[in-house]
Nanobody
Framework: QVQLVESGGGLVQPGGSLRLSCAAS????????MGWYRQAPGKQRELVAL???????NYADSVKGRSTISRDNAKNTVFLQMNSLKPEDTAVYYC???????????????WGQGTQVTVSS
């Protein structure tokens, strides 16, 4: 069993900042990619940022320069620091992880339950 638990969402004013956290726990051998996606009402889920095990990162154009993804590999945790937040950043933010549960096993993708981020004055 693997669980991803997000925290850090909430209501913030435009121009403000938030730091999201996501901790993976359970039977985990290795984590390859951890990332953040978001889904606004009436829209498809979209990539926000991802971080690979070898240190590479990728950001959506809409958040580039305003957000930073980081990882604590020892704690199987990924963070998303978001600055200069805009109303259009309002969405449910989901954490995901591509991981192996054993050395010779396949890579599976797991998702967290989501955390609401609302940017409004």
């Amino acid at each position: 069993q693997v669980q991803l638990v997000e925290s850090g969402g909430g209501l913030v004013q435009p121009g403000g900042s938030l730091r999201l956290s996501c901790a993976a726990s359970g039977s985990i051998f290795s984590i390859h990619v951890m990332g953040w996606y978001r889904q606004a009402p009436g829209k498809q889920r979209e990539l926000v940022a991802l971080s690979t095990s070898d240190g590479n990162t990728n950001y959506a154009d809409s958040v580039k320069g305003r957000s930073t993804i980081s990882r604590d590999n020892a704690k199987n945790t990924v963070f998303l620091q978001m600055n200069s937040l805009k109303p259009e950043d309002t969405a449910v933010y989901y954490c995901n992880a591509d991981l192996k549960r054993r050395a010779d096993g396949p890579v599976f993708r797991y998702w967290g339950q989501g955390t609401q981020v609302t940017v409004s004055s």
